[in-house]
């Protein structure tokens, strides 16, 4: 695996980057050897913070850490990522036997009458990959997310899959 580490408001030590080549060789058995892992270490308020991203096809596998200790965030967010893997993996085949189940009803918890003031804090920009909702489930798993945003390979139509509280999925899908 190759990898690319960036330091923002810490310098880069051969420390640092032993560590972190160390703890992304465990991983190499999951990953062909081509495959780029991006590495941002950062200090910050909240303590000293490892993000780990790499791509995989169709998608991507991230993990993002925050400890007192560097070298302990390293370690943390390669096993967070190895952690992914093995859940996905574990998922791929229990849908082989039983079968993936998208519930496509969209559960109602708004209330018009109360209007609060909305305040935007982050604004994301992404490209929309089609696919099909099975794979964008795995995919917002992956990430580690709640909900996962894509263009249905089947419908053309942007999507949202989100995952509920008892554990299932949900399929968000635009009226026609």
Same mark, same amino acid.
């Given at each position: =695996?190759? !990898?690319?580490?960036? @330091?923002?408001? +810490?310098?880069?030590?051969?420390?640092?980057?032993?560590?972190?080549?160390?703890?992304?060789?465990?991983?190499?058995?999951?990953?062909?050897?081509? !495959?780029?892992?991006? #590495?941002? =270490?950062?200090?910050?308020?909240?303590?000293?913070? #490892? &993000? %780990?991203?790499?791509?995989?096809?169709?998608?991507?596998?991230? /993990? *993002?850490?925050?400890?007192?200790? =560097?070298?302990?965030?390293?370690?943390?967010?390669?096993? @967070?990522? &190895?952690?992914?893997?093995?859940?996905?993996?574990?998922? %791929?085949?229990?849908?082989? $036997?039983? @079968?993936?189940?998208?519930?496509?009803?969209?559960? &109602?918890?708004?209330?018009?009458?109360?209007?609060?003031?909305?305040?935007? #804090?982050?604004?994301?920009?992404?490209?929309?990959?089609?696919?099909?909702? *099975?794979?964008? /489930?795995?995919? =917002?798993?992956?990430?580690? $997310?709640?909900?996962?945003?894509?263009?249905?390979?089947?419908?053309?139509?942007?999507?949202?899959?989100?995952?509920?509280?008892?554990?299932?999925?949900? %399929? +968000? *899908?635009?009226? &026609?």
């Amino acid at each position: =695996m190759k !990898t690319t580490i960036t @330091g923002r408001n +810490i310098e880069l030590t051969d420390g640092l980057k032993s560590a972190v080549e160390d703890a992304l060789s465990k991983l190499d058995r999951y990953f062909r050897e081509d !495959t780029l892992a991006h #590495v941002t =270490m950062s200090v910050d308020k909240a303590g000293q913070r #490892v &993000e %780990l991203t790499i791509p995989v096809k169709g998608g991507i596998v991230r /993990c *993002e850490k925050t400890t007192d200790d =560097m070298y302990v965030s390293i370690d943390a967010a390669s096993e @967070g990522i &190895e952690d992914q893997l093995t859940k996905y993996r574990h998922k %791929l085949v229990d849908r082989a $036997h039983k @079968g993936a189940v998208l519930n496509a009803a969209f559960e &109602e918890g708004f209330d018009e009458d109360e209007e609060e003031e909305i305040k935007i #804090v982050r604004t994301k920009k992404f490209d929309l990959k089609p696919m099909y909702a *099975e794979d964008a /489930c795995a995919q =917002m798993e992956l990430l580690g $997310h709640t909900f996962f945003v894509f263009t249905n390979a089947e419908t053309d139509a942007v999507n949202v899959v989100y995952r509920r509280k008892n554990g299932s999925y949900g %399929l +968000i *899908e635009p009226e &026609e």
